[in-house]
């Protein structure tokens, strides 16, 4: 596992506008930096934002940080992770 990764040089800064990510550390960080490269994503952007991801993470961190975020990670974003891994649909929020 590469541990010189900086997380400002993969990803947008407004998706950390909160929090120093210059300082984001890669592992000890995925809980806040998982949900967070995926709550702007959408059709168009999810296969260039996944990717982005899978660089850093295993298919299975990401999806059990987007089950336990507190983010406000859309359904939609659910399900497009849930297909491309194969695993069961689940959902953040329910009607």
Do not use: G
Not at 26 to 46: K, M
Not at 60 to 86: D, F, G, P, W
């Amino acid at each position: 596992m590469n541990t010189s990764i900086k997380i400002s040089t993969i990803f947008p800064k407004h998706l950390f506008w909160d929090i120093d990510y210059e300082n984001l550390d890669f592992f000890n960080d995925s809980d806040i930096i998982i949900p967070r490269a995926l709550y702007l994503t959408n059709t168009e952007s999810f296969e260039n934002d996944i990717k982005k991801l899978e660089k850093i993470y295993t298919s299975s961190q990401i999806v059990l940080q987007l089950k336990l975020t507190k983010e406000k990670i859309s359904n939609q974003v659910c399900e497009m992770v849930a297909k491309r891994y194969h695993i069961p649909l689940f959902k953040r929020f329910s009607i």
